[in-house]
């Protein structure tokens, strides 16, 4: 997010928790410091589109906070093919209600979307979103995203050996490989799949 975008939703904060409702955009405009209302339009949509606000473009002052107990974070990609290094940080938030509906706190979900054709076979594509959730305990069965390394992440089957952990995926797209268990950090069970169609 950009810094100016932060101190207007920063603002934007303040006064709805002041007035109960949001303010104008003229008054936004003063805020900011700025001649016109254009730009204040543009953070606005920027601030929409990254799920941080909603509003209904038919009533006036209808800027509404969306709620952070209501969002998950959204990574923009895990591999399904060999394993790539990608950065830990969400990049934006996503509505948890918009999205599906959960039966998990969506305290404890996350999303990524797939990149890659290793998981074909589970009915798993390139392009497809999954959710996941803390695992409590490992059965073989469900898929994982795990991290190799602290580095590297990829979403897997697992085969849990006594020293060692097998990681499977499509056996015409990915060869099993092996790692030391203190390698491996097993961050969230696969719980559901949203695929696009267009």
């Known amino acids: 997010m950009t810094k100016k975008a932060l101190l207007l939703l920063d603002y934007i904060k303040s006064y709805i928790a002041e007035n109960k409702y949001s303010p104008s955009y003229n008054e936004m405009k003063n805020f900011m410091n700025l001649k016109s209302k254009s730009s204040i339009f543009q953070y606005i949509e920027y601030l929409i589109s990254h799920n941080y606000l909603y509003k209904d473009s038919l009533k006036a002052r209808s800027i509404k906070l969306r709620s952070e107990e209501a969002t998950i974070n959204f990574f923009n990609e895990i591999s399904a093919g060999k394993p790539i290094e990608t950065e830990s940080d969400a990049i934006s938030k996503v509505d948890a209600n918009d999205l599906l509906q959960l039966d998990k706190n969506p305290i404890d979900v996350f999303a990524c979307k797939i990149n890659g054709n290793s998981m074909h076979s ?47 995926g499509d056996e015409l797209n990915f060869k099993k490989t092996t790692y030391n268990k203190d390698r491996i950090n097993i961050l969230g069970k696969m719980i559901k799949l949203i695929r696009n169609y267009r």
């Open 122 to 168: 589970y009915g798993i594509y390139h392009g497809d979103t999954v959710l996941l959730e803390k695992p409590t305990f490992i059965n073989e069965k469900n898929i994982y995203a795990i991290q190799i390394d602290n580095s590297d992440i990829t979403l897997k089957k697992l085969k849990i050996n006594t020293e060692t952990i097998d990681i499977l």
